[in-house]
């Protein structure tokens, strides 16, 4: 455990960030599960809006620096292909 003052803030502010981005991915992934569900059950109009909104979640976590910028297009390159094969 830590004694010095600044070295404990350190820690309660990394629970702080550790905590945001668990949350971030957490959205995220069910943002995925949720547009591949729609997907799944043919309803192409919904899966499409849920492509948008997963587009939106992954660039927000970029910009936020939770995921890298690059993992962020390519889930997206691949989640359009998913749903551009299944039409």
Known sequence: MANIKSAKKRIKVI????????????????A??????ALKSQSFDD??????FVDKKLKQAAS???????????SLSRLAKKFNKAL
Do not use: D
């Open 15 to 30: 629970a702080k960030k550790t905590a945001r981005n668990r949350m971030i991915k957490s959205q995220l992934k069910t």
């Open 32 to 37: 995925i599960k949720r547009f591949e569900e």
């Open 64 to 74: 936020k620096g939770v995921i890298h910028k690059s993992k962020a297009s390519r």
């Open 47 to 52: 899966a499409k809006a849920k492509l948008r």
